[in-house]
């Protein structure tokens, strides 16, 4: 079994920063790319951004330039930094490990429970 646990969301104004961190743990070979997705009330959940364990990254085009992913391959971690928040960024945002092997060779997707992120004066 894997565990996904989120910290960092909050209140925040206008223009503001955050910084969400999502850790993986439990029976973990490998992962092949986490990312951050988000769901806004009323809307479906949307991709943010994904990196590989290569590295490689991918943002959403609302995203560009304000956003940020790392990730910590030792520590199955992964960071978003968000800057310049604008009140559109309000949504609860989850955390997903994608294809992870376990040491018996299975592979499952996993979800994190969501943190929400609130943009507002």
């Known amino acids: 079994q894997v565990q996904l646990v989120e910290s960092g969301g909050g209140l925040v104004q206008p223009g503001g920063s955050l910084r969400l961190s999502c850790a993986a743990s439990?029976?973990?070979?490998?992962?092949?790319?986490m990312g951050w997705y988000r769901q806004a009330p009323g809307k479906q959940r949307e991709l943010v951004a994904t990196?590989?364990?290569?590295?490689?990254?991918s943002y959403a085009d609302s995203v560009k330039g304000r956003f940020t992913i790392s990730g910590d391959n030792a520590k199955n971690t992964v960071y978003l930094q968000m800057n310049s928040l604008k009140p559109e960024d309000t949504a609860v945002y989850y955390c997903?490990?994608?294809?992870?092997?376990?040491?018996?060779?299975?592979?499952?997707?996993?979800w994190g429970q969501g943190t929400q992120v609130t943009v507002s004066s």
């Open positions: 990196i590989t364990s290569g590295g490689s990254t």
């Open positions: 439990g029976s973990i070979f490998s992962i092949n790319a």
């Open positions: 997903n490990a994608d294809k992870v092997r376990s040491p018996w060779n299975r592979i499952y997707d996993y």
